[in-house]
């Protein structure tokens, strides 16, 4: 008979949704648990960071948004299907190139991030996924993930839910997982924290998984 449940060595399991180019508090929260368990039949949520991410600029902190189409109100994260009828593709790859191209290691990883962006996903998912893939090599993060639908873990493993946690609605100094470290920054002189990876990834490079150890907090349960 075959199991309906993933088995893997006890540890903690964060539940957790895809997001695009995700922020610092959501890779400090995978590096707190044993397993990753990505849940694709969740509700789609709007306006939150499942499909847009913030980036630093000359003059202040962008938000890149992914365009989806309309959908039912009730419809799952993994049948949100992105539109491609705005050029929005043109403009995130503008404004990475302009927030990051004098950064220290922009030429090293760039073209791994347009190669996934000029790919033209049909399904927001497959384009988030692909890219947390990326990030997660990047900075060394090699925790096991399943991307699955709603496959629960064995019953040995403690799973913490943290669906929506991490979002865009909250303070922006109101953090679960993450206390922020400061890192060098191409713009202004104030730092800013909790923006996408990709800030982080361009401009400390190598040095962004231990920067990512010491902005973790600590969570045994939610």
């Known amino acids: 008979m075959t199991s309906n449940k993933i088995v893997c060595n006890p540890g903690t399991v964060v ?9 610092l508090e959501y890779f400090a929260c995978l590096l707190n648990n044993d397993y990753v ?9 709007k306006q939150t960071y499942r499909n847009r991410c913030k980036v630093l600029t000359a003059n202040k902190t962008d938000i890149l948004t992914v365009p989806v189409k309309s959908y039912e109100a009730h419809c799952e994260t993994k049948d949100i299907l992105i ?14 190139r302009s ?5 220290p290691y922009f030429e090293f990883y760039i073209h791994e991030f347009e190669a ?3 790919k033209k996903h049909e399904r927001l998912i497959d384009l988030n996924y ?21 496959v629960p873990f064995s019953n040995d493993n403690i799973v913490m839910d943290v669906m929506s946690l991490i979002n865009n609605k909250k303070a922006s100094d109101s953090f679960i997982f ?5 890192y060098y920054q191409t713009f202004g002189n104030d730092f800013v924290s909790n923006l996408s990876i990709v800030d982080l990834i361009f401009n400390m490079g ?5 920067i990512l150890g010491r902005s973790m907090n600590k969570i045994d349960a939610i």
């Open 99 to 103: 927030a990051y191209g004098k950064s």
């Open 37 to 45: 368990w990505i849940d694709v039949e969740e509700r789609y949520r």
């Open 116 to 118: 996934v962006l000029l």
């Open 15 to 23: 539940k957790i949704e895809l997001q695009y180019l995700p922020c």
């Open 130 to 150: 692909e890219l947390l893939t990326i990030c997660l090599r990047l900075v060394g993060i090699s925790i096991p993930i399943k991307y699955n639908l709603s």
């Open 178 to 182: 993450y206390n922020p470290v400061q």
């Open 83 to 96: 539109d491609y009828g705005q050029d929005w593709i043109r403009r995130h790859l503008g404004c990475i």
């Open 206 to 210: 190598p040095e962004a998984r231990g």
